[in-house]
Structures are given as C-alpha cells and as structure tokens.
C-alpha cells in the first residue's frame, strides 16, 4: 500500500506564489509518474502537471511557465512550485502516483488566489 500526504496550500493573493509538497510512503515501484491534479469549483478536475522517475515533464496549457514541477527520488517526494497565481488556479490539489496499473491519491489541499 502507498499513501500520499500533501502539504503547503492556503490563500494568497493573486501574483503570489505557494509551494506544494507531496510525500509518499510504503510500497513505492521505483518506476512511477508523480502528478497533481486540480479541481475547481463547478469545474472538471484536471491535470496539472506531471512528472516520471526519469524527470520527463508535462503541463497543463495553463500554467505552463508559471508551475514548475520537480521530484526527489530519494524522499520519494515531488514539488509544484506555483507562480503568478491567478484567481482561477483556486481549487483543492490533489497529488497522485500512478505504478504497474495502479494509482495512489493524497486527500488533497486547497489553494485559494484572492484578487
């Protein structure tokens, strides 16, 4: 079993900048994808960005250039730094890894941008 626990959401204004954290723990595959999702109010959850044990990177058109997406192996833990935050990136952020056909989620963390 894997469990993922995520931390560093809150409230900022907006052109301001937070830094989730997720940590995994237990039966971890070496090989994996990292990811975070996102789910807004009155809206689809969607992805965010993601990231493989090898470092390869894919983002949402959204917030490409301002979300930065990085892992570290050793801590079995991945970052979303988040940048110029706008009011529509407000929503609960859910980290998940996905290995050998399964798929592992934290219990998510809000992040809510002010105007």
């Known amino acids: 079993q894997v469990q993922l626990v995520e931390s560093g959401g809150g409230l900022v204004q907006a052109g301001g900048s937070l830094r989730l954290s997720c940590a995994a723990s237990?039966?971890?595959?070496?090989?994996?994808?990292m990811a975070w999702d996102r789910q807004a109010p009155g809206k689809r959850r969607e992805l965010v960005a993601g990231i493989n044990s090898g470092g390869d990177t894919n983002y949402a058109d959204s917030v490409k250039g301002r979300f930065t997406i990085s892992r570290d192996n050793a801590k079995n833990t991945v970052y979303l730094q988040m940048n110029s935050l706008k009011p529509e990136d407000t929503g609960v952020y859910y980290c998940?890894?996905?290995?050998?056909?399964?798929?592992?989620w934290g219990q998510g963390t809000q992040v809510t941008v002010s105007q």
């Open positions: 998940y890894l996905a290995a050998r056909g399964r798929t592992y």
């Open positions: 237990g039966s971890i595959f070496s090989i994996n994808t």
